[in-house]
Structure formats: C-alpha cells, structure tokens
C-alpha cells in the first residue's frame, strides 16, 4: 500500500496543481540527514543530502505521469530534462499545502521529510512514517534500470498478451496465482487489495498454482484485475491506514472491497482464511475459493 489507484489517484491531483512550477528550495529533515551520514538509504536513494539539495532548486515542473506504483516528476533546467522518481513505499504521502499547519493529522506531521518550496509560496510536502518510500534524481529513466524491467500498464493493448507470455515461464507456473499476479513484471500496479478482491470475484484460491489454472480462466482473472482497478481509481483508492490524498482527505475503495481483511465471506458468511503468500498475507474464503 499503496497501489496503482492510490497513485493514479495522486498524480491526477498533482497535475493540475504543480505542473509548470518552479522548485525554489528543498528541505530535507534531520532523520534523513543523520540516517544518510550513517551510510544508510532512508528515502533519498543513490544520491547524497547535499546534492539532492543543490539539484533541485531553479527545477520546473514540467509534467506528471504515473507508472506502475511510482510518479514520474518531468523537471527541466536550462532546457536540460531530469527526472524525479517517488515511490510511497508502505506509508508515503504527498502533501500541498501553503503552511505545515495545515497537515492535520499529527502521524504525518511529525514524519515529514522531505519540502519543495515553490516560488509561489507553496510546499510539496512529502511525508512517510516508516520510511520505506523513495526518492530518485536521475538524468533519465535508463538511469536506473528497474524502472525498464516492469510490466506494461494494465490498461495497455499488451498487457493480457505479456501476462499471459510470462504465465507460461517455468520461473513463474509453479508460484501461487496470488504471488504471480502481485509481481511487477508480471502485472504492474497490482498489489495485496487488489489482488485479494480479484482473485476473490474469481474465486481462484491465493494459493493455487499457476500451472493449474486455464488460458481461459488467467484472462478472466487478468480482466478482472483492470475492472477492480478501474474501480478503486474512481473511488479515490483504499484508505486502509496510511494513504491520504494530496488534501489529507481519504478514499472512499476500502468500503467497496469484499475480501480484503474481512472476517467473514460476504457470499457464504464462513469464517475467512489467512495465508502468507509471496510475503504477503493473503486473506480468502476457503469455501468459495478454490
């Protein structure tokens, strides 16, 4: 948490905000600072305190995209493009705000770590309470290869055609469909929620090897994945704990969502069932998902 939604959400209420603005300085909190000092990567990733400071300001924005679960900050300087990668990680928000005063809630308030002072008098604040979240300046997207390796978009023309080329693999069709679809390179954007609630429309069991489900049924699943996405981005996403949009306000999906982290089945009213699937913990029905 969070995912695709959650960021498609964010990008989309960044856009018209800070697109075509100018970064005039950048604060950077002393967690972060004493953390890189003791050779540890906390949130600033492959560049040190000082330089990051140094290369932001006199940066405009000049667009805002979404892949997968990062946001692609587009700045240029001097007609010279750069780039500005975030990723939320667990706990990372964003927030606009004209004061810190207006960052309501104390959790995000004493996490914050990152400021882009605009020259307008604006902040793009970035806070993150566990600090899993990153932050990448690159020259351009080949700067950091992984970003090269993940998945098309779910929405993309080849999507079904790529997921179902890797569902074949023998690297892949022995993993549990839960795992297999949560996999960047395999779905990109899809993570714990929304490949419970699929998997559960389905009635496909987390656990379930990928070998053992049909052409037929894998597409199904991959379509049911776009439709519980689609979903969630016009709900404003899941507010499970830690996500806020840019205003602090929270999303509406987590009272749409029929499996995750429920106690009982919406269909059958059994008791559900917990699993660790891929590092996750997957909840499910056992009488309907198999």
Same mark, same amino acid.
């Given at each position: 948490?969070?995912?695709?939604?959650?960021?498609?959400?964010?990008?989309?209420?960044?856009?018209?905000?800070?697109?075509?603005?100018?970064?005039?300085?950048?604060?950077?909190?002393?967690?972060?600072?004493?953390?890189?000092?003791?050779?540890?990567?906390?949130?600033?990733?492959?560049?040190?305190?000082?330089?990051?400071?140094?290369?932001?300001?006199?940066?405009?924005?000049?667009?805002?995209?979404?892949?997968?679960?990062?946001?692609?900050?587009?700045?240029?300087?001097?007609?010279?493009?750069?780039?500005?990668?975030?990723?939320?990680? #667990?706990? *990372?928000?964003?927030?606009?705000?004209? &004061?810190?005063?207006?960052?309501? +809630?104390?959790? !995000?308030?004493?996490? $914050? @770590?990152?400021?882009?002072?605009?020259?307008?008098?604006?902040?793009?604040?970035?806070?993150?309470?566990?600090?899993?979240?990153?932050?990448?300046?690159?020259?351009?997207?080949?700067?950091?290869?992984?970003?090269?390796?993940?998945?098309?978009?779910?929405?993309?023309?080849?999507?079904?055609?790529?997921?179902?080329?890797?569902?074949?693999?023998?690297?892949?069709?022995?993993?549990?469909?839960?795992?297999?679809? #949560?996999? *960047?390179?395999?779905?990109?954007?899809? &993570?714990?929620?929304?490949?419970? +609630?699929?998997? !559960?429309?389905?009635? $496909? @069991?987390?656990?379930?090897?990928?070998?053992?489900?049909?052409?037929?049924?894998?597409?199904?699943?991959?379509?049911?994945?776009?439709?519980?996405?689609?979903?969630?981005?016009?709900?404003?996403?899941?507010?499970?704990?830690?996500?806020?949009?840019?205003?602090?306000?929270?999303?509406?999906?987590?009272?749409?969502?029929?499996?995750?982290?429920?106690?009982?089945?919406?269909?059958?009213?059994?008791?559900?069932?917990?699993?660790?699937?891929?590092?996750?913990?997957?909840?499910?029905?056992?009488?309907?998902?198999?």
């Amino acid at each position: 948490m969070p995912e695709l939604p959650e960021v498609e959400g964010l990008v989309r209420s960044l856009k018209p905000i800070v697109t075509g603005k100018t970064i005039e300085s950048v604060e950077i909190s002393k967690t972060i600072i004493d953390s890189k000092a003791n050779g540890k990567e906390a949130i600033l990733k492959g560049l040190d305190v000082e330089s990051f400071r140094e290369a932001l300001p006199h940066m405009k924005i000049e667009r805002i995209d979404r892949r997968s679960k990062y946001i692609y900050f587009h700045l240029q300087k001097d007609g010279t493009p750069y780039l500005l990668v975030s990723h939320l990680g #667990m706990s *990372g928000a964003w927030f606009y705000v004209k &004061g810190l005063h207006e960052i309501l +809630e104390d959790k !995000f308030k004493r996490h $914050i @770590h990152v400021i882009l002072h605009f020259s307008e008098g604006e902040m793009l604040v970035y806070a993150d309470i566990r600090r899993f979240g990153e932050l990448r300046f690159l020259n351009s997207v080949e700067d950091y290869p992984p970003l090269l390796l993940m998945a098309p978009e779910p929405f993309d023309q080849n999507a079904l055609d790529h997921y179902l080329e890797m569902s074949i693999l023998p690297k892949y069709e022995n993993k549990p469909i839960k795992e297999f679809i #949560m996999d *960047g390179h395999v779905v990109s954007g899809c &993570g714990n929620i929304y490949a419970t +609630e699929a998997l !559960f429309r389905m009635r $496909i @069991h987390p656990g379930r090897k990928v070998k053992r489900i049909s052409k037929e049924r894998k597409i199904q699943l991959f379509n049911e994945i776009v439709i519980v996405l689609l979903d969630s981005i016009e709900n404003g996403g899941s507010s499970i704990s830690d996500y806020r949009q840019i205003n602090g306000e929270s999303g509406k999906m987590q009272n749409r969502l029929q499996m995750y982290a429920k106690k009982t089945c919406p269909i059958c009213h059994a008791k559900t069932l917990q699993k660790t699937i891929g590092g996750r913990t997957s909840t499910y029905c056992g009488k309907c998902q198999k």
